[in-house]
């Protein structure tokens, strides 16, 4: 084989460092012919969107080649969609952040010099004493997405501040969780506790399951169609789902909640409902069937333009196929500013069927628990967070991102003047982006922590590169699925350039500040092993399989030794809901119609790419190969109408008169006459970013109106309208 001692001691030094480091499952050395390649493979978790896949990194000579999946990770389950087989294209995306920056000139003019680390964080830390000194610590608000946001939560609230916010609630799955928490006294979990494997049926309003990609989440629809579970898929859009589905339902937008209604209607009428169950476990069924009683299939069909006919037909499959069966709580369910009263509708509609706890419907949590793991307390903040002051009174521990904004612009209740900004690019997140710049506007200081230079990290004084999943730890992800998973992220390659992890980073920022207290270990690493000490875990199992799930968890389906628990006022399922009573609102969902576009305009729908997750994989190399722009999809009839064939550029004006970049034409039978759809996340504005600048058009740039949800406050987007004419 032509290899010398001397290499022998050197390659099994290396070897023996990748093992002793728990970074390799095995290392394979290619010798003889040159080069001579070093082999390793790593386990570690993906982070190319939230759903946290197990992740092999195989690595040669240093270098990252290939991502496939963990087999033992239940996210992932050996497969890794095409993002996150692309997230090599993030680690070696010539755009990334690699120094940090400090803004010169004019806010939001985009021109930067380069600093030290030592110069941005001490420049952020007196900012933030400023700020601080001049108006207290709950001036200073942090934006988060992704898992760097626990090490500056921590930061922020050890800071004094109580203001936290993440666009996952507000903009996200806020509305789903309150209404799904009010009626069962829980949400339905994230990844959510859909058991479709085992489902006779399964229902999708407005899920676009396989666009909307969630590895596992997919596979299980996979399962569903191949056990031939019917499929129901309530969409103006011909989506993806809706191809494989037994009924297509094409829903007038916003009336959703008079087909639900409907529904309910027929369940109770013919007595389609899981009597004992709702018997056993609810409270409020006589008043339900009371109210749902004005909801008949005719008058719905008015409403949705769902003939009456088949309102019935397919309610009635779903009570011949009860308990097993998956009405899908949906995820991203800011719609129209009515969510949280909708999201209730498909709870209710969950529990007249039985399915909660059900084989085939939504499974129970694990009931599993870990020791507590102390640390070092925040102090109690001066003042109530925004949230706790704001007129939601369901708005939620996760925050709510645009109470902070207006907060900001208006000073009120007290001001807001610094932003820590992590893992999310607000000016993409939020609706109304004029409102967004306002407030970046009234800001003494606004810090992004980001690996790509996107559009919010390019209008702030401070740009902090922070090192991709790839190239870092992060703390143990404890999901309670079937069972209690403990998951870790691990450091596959060494990180690139200047960059460093949020840990790092927030650490170097506490001892700015003279909070270094409150990050006793030195490296995140070191924090995890302190936690599988508490909790008794071999660090170097959790290491080398990715994944542990921990014993102990009760069966995920209602026995009679395995009862559910319903952490709601009254301890039963609220059909009812006596805390929306309490609280001045509707205890039953009421419908009320929604705006309609006038004539020669179009409702603005936008979803997502199975290639893409939101801005963040927008200017990846690989993915951009596949995906590289957003189109506007638009009836084929109205196409014709207006002149337009599939691939001619348009620009979309909205009803507030902005207008959007070019986009191309997609005509199609497969969407309504009375709305357009583009993939979110499209078009940046950061000239920094090679592949994303001005690529396609953006559905948030368009969304200059949105609707609040008096429950909860987070933002319906699907108000807007758009007229459509070609490019000039
Ligand atoms: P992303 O676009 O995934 O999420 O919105 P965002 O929270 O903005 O990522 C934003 C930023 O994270 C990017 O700048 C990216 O470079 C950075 N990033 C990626 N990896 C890392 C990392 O490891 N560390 C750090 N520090 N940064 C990283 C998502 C939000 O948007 C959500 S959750 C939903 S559901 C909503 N979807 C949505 C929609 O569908 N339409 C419209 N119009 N608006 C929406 N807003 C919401
Ligand atoms: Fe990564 Fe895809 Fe899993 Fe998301 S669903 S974590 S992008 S592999």
Known sequence: MGITRRDFLKYTAVTAAVLGSGTGLKSIMAMGSKPRLLTSYTLTNCEMCYWKCGVTAKVVDGKVVKLDGNPLHPNSRGKLCARGNAGIGLLYDEDRLKSPLISVGKRGEGKFRKASWEEALSYIAEKMETIKKNYGPESVALFAHGSSGQYFGRLIHAFGSPNVAQPSFAQCRGPRDVGYELTFGENPGGPERVDMGKSKAVVLFGTHLGENMHNSQVQDFAEALGNRA???????????????????????????????????????????????????????????????????????????????????????????????????????????????????????????????????????????????????????????????????????????????????????PY???????????????????????????????????????????????????????LERFDDITVSRGRSLGLEIRRTVVKPMYESRDGYTIARELSKKLNLADYFPWATVEEKIKARCGVWNIDYNELSAKGFISMPGSAAPYISPDNQPVFNTASGKIELYSSELKNKGFDPLPIYSPVDQPKEGSFRLLYGRSPVHTFCRTTNNKILTELFRENEVWINAGKARSLGLRSGDYVVLQNQDGVKSHRIKVKATQRIREDCVYMVHGFCSESKELGRAYHKGASDQGLITKYAVDPICGSTGMRVNFVTVAREV
């Open 230 to 412: 019917k499929l129901i898929v309530i969409d103006p859009r011909y989506s993806l789902a809706a191809g494989k589905a037994d009924y297509w339902l094409p829903i007038r937008p916003g009336s959703d909640m008079a087909l639900m209604l409907a529904w309910i209607n027929i369940l109770i009428t013919e007595n389609l409902y899981d009597k004992e169950y709702i018997d056993s476990y609810s409270a409020g069924f006589k008043e339900l069937a009371v109210h749902v009683a004005q909801y008949t299939p005719e008058w719905a069909e008015k409403e949705t333009e769902i003939p009456a006919s088949l309102i019935a037909e397919t309610v009635r499959e779903l009570g011949k196929n009860k308990p097993a069966v998956c009405v899908h709580p949906g995820r991203h369910a800011t719609w129209y500013g009515n969510d949280v009263q909708r999201s209730r509708c498909l709870a209710l509609i969950t529990a007249l069927l039985g399915a909660w706890g059900r084989e085939g419907g939504i499974f129970l949590a694990t009931n599993a628990s870990l020791p507590e793991f102390e640390e070092k307390e925040y102090p109690e903040p001066a003042k109530e967070s925004l949230i706790a002051l704001c007129p939601y009174p369901f708005a939620g521990a996760e925050g709510v991102t645009n109470v902070i904004r207006d907060a900001t612009i208006s000073g009120k």
């Open 415 to 469: 001001p807001v003047k610094g932003w820590i900004v992590v893992g999310t690019n607000l000016l993409k997140a939020m609706p109304d982006q004029k409102a967004t710049m306002n407030a970046i506007n009234q800001l003494d200081l606004i810090v992004s922590v980001d690996v790509m230079p996107y559009d919010t990290a390019m209008v702030s004084d401070v740009v902090l590169p922070e090192c991709t999943y």
